[in-house]
């Protein structure tokens, strides 16, 4: 039974409402390939007057109605959203999977932990009033200083189709906790589940404008976003070529911006491990959802003394992954989300071939899928480091695996790479895994596993992965402007100056 997509307009201010220039983009289906509905196309004029918005609400009553309101009142509406996610978890994550293509069984974990980001967000909101004027010890006993933080202001959140609601919540949650007002630009491919958070907060009664919700393109809706300059802080998550782009539009206003950008992560696999245990996080660090995570460990670099064996083991494992349907029941691989992207994974793996790497299993479309964008667990080897697929991002299913015969070369490989978001490393040593770690150049670090992601821990990458951390407190900190204030508590005078006659 078809399920029908609900019909949106762009949620400004509380309310519903049609883009001024009436342009909708369709909606694709990316297991199917066909047209399920359409979203609405914000373009430069209606970033006007959601930032507007924000502005108003942001304002509001001298700021007392959100942004000076007490964190408990902001708390009690993030609560409110929490609970409603999860009373629409079911339909939420259906329609992310006909948007998105990834496995349903995905998608209902992704709600469970948007629902929880809320709810971390909302004790985060209420502990901050506590920790206002928190004292500064100064040298001198004649003065007194204390700290305040208060929310930056009205925040841009561009946001990918990877996640596509989990990843906007990680910004809006932790941005409304701390006062912010935000207009939130998901991707154009993936935007359904944004727009029904928006139906969530008009619900729970959002003061109007502390969040609104724009679609569109990002050169039509992002990037005026960006460079509006009543927008007082981006936060962007996305490829490194956009984030260098929103990047220059807010240097334009000295504007501050956080950036979650690309991945090239490494995993090293050491010969003392159990490989079947090896082989399925190898598999899932790169293989989950459906190989377009920023973070996947897709440079697999496995010791010399159990290459061979371990590559066989993978080769199975992915014989054995159910490629299908997103909505099949045991599906662990969907297909990717468009087929922009779908063409740019499959020039990537005929490139690799052509340079001359082994694709030693997949590389194209499962022959028992003849429709949508789906293409094969895929594993490379006889890769080389100056080969663009080992080099670059792919955001695909598609594994490229290299051998190594000491840890100082594989730290050495491991770090040779533009990218620092995440790392992994798969041993029964635990010095050497505490070794490994410290010197893995990356923001993120997982030993014996791969992937595992927690509202409550840091998130975020080095080098051209970005800089900012998102997630924990540190997401919160995001949001917020640090202000010192500093008394004079002595009734002398100052007496730097002589007193005039």
């Not at 909708?24 to 373009?43: E, F, K, L, M, S």
């Not at 662990?332 to 694709?359: D, H, M």
């Not at 080099?391 to 695909?396: A, S």
């Not at 490989?413 to 895994?433: F, K, M, T, W």
Request: proline share 6%.
């Amino acid at each position: 039974m078809a399920i029908p997509m609900p019909t949106r307009q762009l949620f400004i201010d509380g309310e519903w409402r049609a883009p001024i220039l009436k342009n909708r983009i369709p909606i694709v289906n990316p297991a199917t390939q066909d047209v399920i509905g359409d979203i609405p196309a914000a373009t430069k004029e209606d970033v006007e007057v959601a930032v507007n918005a924000a502005r108003r609400a942001f304002s509001r009553n001298k700021g007392k109605d959100w942004a000076k309101a007490p964190g408990a009142l902001r708390a009690k509406y993030l609560r409110a959203i929490a609970a409603k996610v999860t009373e629409r978890k079911s339909h939420l994550a259906t329609l992310e999977s006909l948007d998105s293509g990834k496995p349903l069984d995905e998608t209902v974990w992704d709600m469970e932990d948007v629902a929880g980001c809320f709810e971390f967000y909302a004790d985060l909101a209420e502990g901050l009033d506590a920790k206002q004027k928190a004292p500064v010890s100064l040298p001198m006993e004649t003065f007194k200083s204390y700290v305040l933080k208060q929310p930056i202001g009205v925040v841009g959140l561009i946001t990918p189709w990877n996640y596509p609601l989990l990843m906007a919540v990680w910004k809006v949650a932790p941005s409304l906790a701390a006062g912010c007002t935000a207009v939130l630009k998901p991707s154009e491919l993936a935007s359904v589940t944004c727009l029904e958070l928006a139906d969530i907060c008009r619900e729970v009664g959002l003061p109007p404008g502390v969040l609104n919700v724009l679609t569109g393109y990002g050169s039509e809706a992002g990037a005026p976003l960006a460079s509006h300059p009543s927008v007082d802080k981006i936060a962007f998550t996305g490829s490194f070529a956009t984030g260098s782009k929103v990047m220059t539009a807010a240097a334009q206003l000295v504007k501050p911006v956080s950036m979650e950008l690309g991945g090239k992560s490494p995993l090293i696999v050491f010969d003392d491990v159990d490989l079947d245990k090896a082989a399925e996080w190898a598999l899932f660090g790169c293989f989950w959802t459906n190989g377009q995570i920023c973070s996947a460990t897709s440079r697999l670099l496995v010791h010399e003394n159990i290459a061979s064996e371990f590559i066989e083991k993978l080769v199975k494992w992915s014989k054995n992954i159910k490629v299908s349907d997103p909505l099949e029941e045991g599906c662990r691989l969907g297909p990717v989300v468009s087929e922009g992207q779908y063409e740019k994974i499959l020039k990537f793996i005929s490139t690799a071939k052509s340079e001359g790497a082994t694709i030693l299993h997949g590389g194209s479309r499962p022959e028992h899928l003849k429709k949508g964008f789906f293409i094969e667990p895929t594993i490379i080897t006889d890769v080389t480091t100056s080969m663009q697929i080992w080099r670059e991002e792919v955001f695909g299913p598609v594994l490229c695996v290299k051998t190594f015969s000491s840890e100082d070369e594989a730290i050495e490989l491991a770090n040779d790479s533009h990218y620092g978001l995440g790392a992994a490393v798969i041993s029964n040593d635990a010095e050497r895994c505490d070794r490994v770690s410290q010197d893995f150049e990356a923001g993120i670090v997982w030993i014996n596993c791969s992937q595992p992601c927690f509202t409550q821990a840091p998130w975020g990458g080095v080098k051209r992965s970005g800089f900012g951390r998102e997630l924990g407190e540190w997401g919160l900190d995001n949001y917020l402007s640090v202000k010192q204030v500093t008394l004079y508590t002595s009734n002398d005078p100052w007496g730097w100056y002589k007193p005039p006659c």
